[in-house]
Nanobody, 121 residues
Framework: QVQLVESGGDSVQAGGSLRLSCAAS????????MAWFRQFPGKERDGVAG???????LYADSVKGRFTISRDNAKNRLYLQMDSLKPDDTAMYYC???????????????WGPGTQVTVSS
């Protein structure tokens, strides 16, 4: 059974930090690329950061230098460290798993229910 569950979303002030976590129940978790996506109200989901089974990383231009994706394969955990948060980062954040290496939502097979991040000015 596949299950992804995000945690760590919160309401913070601009300039603050949050760390999101994703607990993944996946057969052969370490064979999947993992990623974080976010969705603004009324918009499609956009890629934030992705990480390959071996640790290669992709970032959206909007978060480079501020966000860091990581994974702990021993714990089946995915993380997103978010620093220097901006009000524009306010969104629902989703954890996702794919057998492809991409940051395209259509390439991802499994999704968590999301965790809300709200950044106030």
């Amino acid at each position: 059974q596949v299950q992804l569950v995000e945690s760590g979303g919160d309401s913070v002030q601009a300039g603050g930090s949050l760390r999101l976590s994703c607990a993944a129940s996946l057969y052969r978790y370490n064979a999947y690329s993992m990623a974080w996506f976010r969705q603004f109200p009324g918009k499609e989901r956009d890629g934030v950061a992705g990480i390959s089974p071996g640790g290669g990383q992709l970032y959206a231009d909007s978060v480079k230098g501020r966000f860091t994706i990581s994974r702990d394969n021993a714990k089946n955990r995915l993380y997103l460290q978010m620093d220097s948060l901006k009000p524009d980062d306010t969104a629902m954040y989703y954890c996702a798993a794919s057998r492809k290496w991409s940051l395209q939502p259509s390439d991802y097979d499994y999704w968590g229910p999301g965790t809300q991040v709200t950044v106030s000015s």
